[in-house]
């Protein structure tokens, strides 16, 4: 195939093929599709290879994008998967999830005057069509040292620090309080952005890298904390960030109000537990027993999504944790959902694709709107809520300075006075967000956290914590933040780990 030296001014930009939308509403299949082969190499033909790549350094993990682009259109996948795993453990979860018009692509030099190159999908492509062609990682030279890790937490940040582990010579124990591995890209993501068979395929390439996963696994009460500090030379901390921000709205303690990641969460199990019934089922018919992994069942403190068929449903917030409940809420029969957001669409700090997806799919969106309270008696009956602006009406009459700041959250805005008005709700659920969750049983480690509940790391080497032993990334040492930034703290702690104990 002849190339243009110019190939952006006579190939548009083309995602691949979308789902439409009466089809993508009725299930939970990811909404985008996968590039033939000869759309990836048109696609990836169209990078300018710059000489300062600003979308590689826009990337959290810098990942070598125009030159696994090149090896794309060059027909060399398998070196191209090798490269992408270079810089990032888990590059199919984050071409699917990364809000790449903010990053990598948001910087593409393209942007000026033509539309980015789709570095996401070709992501997502290089790597799943690799594993499918038999691809996986080769640690044929690596040399076992002898040194046991473990690894609390089997989210990004806990996979991607085994996977830095294993490609060390070092033996990594994932221990999670879950029933599957991922943490939230299982539980919390939905399907429909990310397949939970992408999770599979990881957990076995994993596995065949020497990782180890204990799960349904507590540590404080299945696993004692002085048996991590006895059995193993060093612990990474991957415990996220898990207590949601309620906002301190009245009446959040009403029945009909939900907190977004438990909503989640209960329908990732619904979905897991559906797929694999459907699974055993075509196994019962092939005339095959084999019985389905006890891990793809419900944990046993599972509830059930909340009948929304015929409801209204409004999600306070507008973050992508808010973009999951929405659109989830649109598959689950919601008759009307909407998102209430106290600053303007451009200020939102969610992926702009995902909030296109959700308009997309019938999400009604009210922006400057600060909710103020819950409405309701027996139940919740609607939002109250007022206009506000941002600081520019500061010390103006006739507007107030809004809570939100004294909640944790961004800025500061204002409301103005007369404005009140109640939406209508069956159902409210809150996505202002999550904190740390420090565990109680960090003090039995000498692990100390700062006032906000985050894992303080001022050891001498990156991610250590007070213990010289005990490391720590991702969203408990640095609040909620992109699975990317989880990715990336797992991979350099991982290294760090492997220096520390090289040295003993």
Not at 60 to 87: M, S
Not at 366 to 379: A, S, W
Request: proline share 6%; net charge negative.
């Amino acid at each position: 195939m002849k190339f243009a030296p110019f190939q952006f001014l006579e190939v548009p930009r083309r995602m691949p093929r979308e789902l439409d939308v009466p089809i993508r509403i009725l299930g939970w299949k990811e909404i985008y599709g996968q590039y033939e082969p000869s759309q990836a190499v048109e696609q990836s033909a169209r990078c300018l290879d710059c000489g300062n790549p600003y979308c590689e350094w826009k990337c959290p993990v810098h990942n070598y994008i125009p030159n696994w682009l090149t090896l794309v259109r060059e027909g060399r996948l398998f070196e191209a998967a090798e490269l992408a795993h270079a810089t990032n453990p888990l590059p199919e979860i984050c071409g699917r999830v990364c809000p790449q018009d903010r990053l990598c692509e948001g910087a593409c030099t393209l942007n000026t005057g033509f539309e980015s190159v789709t570095i996401g999908s070709l992501e997502k492509y290089i790597v799943d069509t690799a594993f499918r062609q038999g691809w996986r990682p080769d640690l044929s030279q690596v040399r076992a040292t002898g040194k046991r890790v473990a690894v609390i937490g089997a989210g990004p940040a806990g996979l991607s620090c085994a996977d830095r582990l294993a490609r060390a010579g070092i033996e990594a124990h994932v221990f999670d309080r879950y029933e599957e591995i991922g943490g939230l890209l299982t539980f919390g993501i939905p399907p429909f952005k990310l397949d939970k068979d992408v999770i599979a395929t990881r957990r076995g390439v994993l596995e065949a890298m020497g990782v180890r996963f204990h799960l349904r696994c507590e540590i404080g009460r299945d696993v004692a904390t002085q048996t991590l500090l006895d059995e193993y030379d060093a612990v990474f901390l991957g415990t996220g960030a898990y207590t949601a921000v309620d906002g301190g709205l009245p009446g959040r303690e009403l029945p009909g109000v939900l907190q977004a990641l438990p909503f989640l969460i209960a329908n990732a199990r619904r979905v897991l537990r559906t797929t694999a019934g459907e699974i055993a089922s075509e196994r019962a018919t092939a005339g095959d027993s084999a019985a389905i992994p006890a891990a793809a069942g419900p944990a046993a403190d599972d509830e059930s999504p909340p009948e929304l068929a015929g409801k209204r449903v409004v999600v306070l917030g507008g973050g992508d944790t808010a973009m999951d409940c929405v659109r989830t809420a649109v598959r689950l029969g919601a008759a009307e959902v909407s998102c209430v957001y106290r600053r303007d669409e451009a200020s939102m700090p969610g992926s702009r694709r995902e909030v296109k997806n959700a308009r997309d799919e019938g999400v009604q969106f009210t922006f400057n709107q600060q909710p103020l309270r819950i409405e309701g008696g027996d139940v919740a009956t609607g939002v109250r809520v007022a206009q506000t602006h941002d600081g520019a009406h500061a010390g103006e009459s006739g507007w107030v300075p809004t809570a939100g700041a004294q909640h944790g959250e961004r800025g500061r805005e204002f409301a103005a006075i007369g404005t009140e008005q109640t939406i209508a709700a069956d159902l409210v659920i809150l996505a202002f967000g999550f904190r740390a969750s420090p565990a109680p049983w960090l003090g039995e480690l000498q692990v100390a956290v700062t006032e906000h509940g985050r894992i303080r790391v001022d050891g001498g080497l990156d991610y250590q914590t007070a213990n010289p032993r005990v490391f720590a990334g991702g969203d408990n040492v640095r609040g909620a933040d992109l699975v990317v930034t989880a990715v990336r703290d797992g991979r350099d702690a991982g290294l760090a780990i492997a220096r520390y104990l090289a040295q003993g």
